[in-house]
């Protein structure tokens, strides 16, 4: 599950290191292990939030910003349909009830969209990135990777929270975490001890049937 809210207790180096050693016996084409990662806490983090949190206000008091900040692929398709737009549309406004947020009530949402960009409070964020050169199968490569992640992270009483969000300020993650110009941004993702407080973590998507996403193709 994402977690939006975290609790400030540190996440160890050696757990993170280990997470990411299980991680990387996921299934890549032909082993090219495409996935780099950057891990940011302390102080480094804490910029990196100012940075973006900064950009995101400018963005929104100067909506014309919104070209000078865009994602290097498309995660979303360019116009919503059925039955997509529906899902989306009910994950959003069930989260938003969830926390008090009505339609309309613009700064309530940009403020928690901003949450995105504190990590919602998780101590630790890592940043997936792969070569640019790579095609469409790196990224297949690295969702099995950042999958592995997630899991690994369950299995040691921690919680993630995987964030496209952070793609669109790609331009201002890359220079801070020190990635080579041959590298683009796939996702970011929080890190740490869910805040079993916080209401918002409990937020559960719906799932569709298996026989609604299943063909079984066994005739003779």
Not at 35 to 47: C, E, I, T
Not at 199 to 208: D, G, L, M
Request: proline letters at 5%; glycine letters at 6%; charged letters at 20%.
């Amino acid at each position: 599950m994402s977690i939006r809210a975290f609790t400030s207790q540190p996440v160890a180096r050696e757990t993170i290191k280990d997470i990411l050693a299980v991680a990387s016996r996921a299934p890549s084409g032909t082993n090219t292990q495409a996935w780099h990662v950057y891990v940011v806490a302390g102080a480094a983090r804490d910029s990196l939030v100012q940075k973006a949190c900064a950009a995101h206000d400018a963005m929104r008091d100067s909506p014309d910003l919104a070209a000078t900040y865009q994602e290097e692929y498309a995660y979303y398709p360019k116009e919503w349909f059925s039955p997509y737009i529906e899902r989306r549309r009910e994950n959003g406004w069930s989260l938003y009830a969830l926390l008090g947020i009505a339609r309309g009530e613009k700064e309530k949402m940009h403020a928690q969209l901003q949450r995105n960009y504190k990590f919602f409070d998780a101590p630790v964020g890592l940043f997936f990135t792969i070569d640019r050169k790579l095609q469409g199968g790196a990224l297949l490569d690295s969702g099995m990777f950042i999958q592995n992640v997630m899991v690994a992270a369950r299995a040691r009483d921690l919680h993630t929270c995987p964030q496209a969000a952070w793609n669109r300020y790609a331009k201002i993650v890359l220079p801070h975490i020190g990635a080579p110009a041959n590298q683009m941004l796939v996702c970011g993702m929080a890190l740490g001890f869910a805040d079993e407080a916080a209401i918002v973590n409990e937020f559960r998507t719906p799932r569709v049937p298996v026989d609604e996403f299943t063909t079984w193709v066994d005739a003779a």
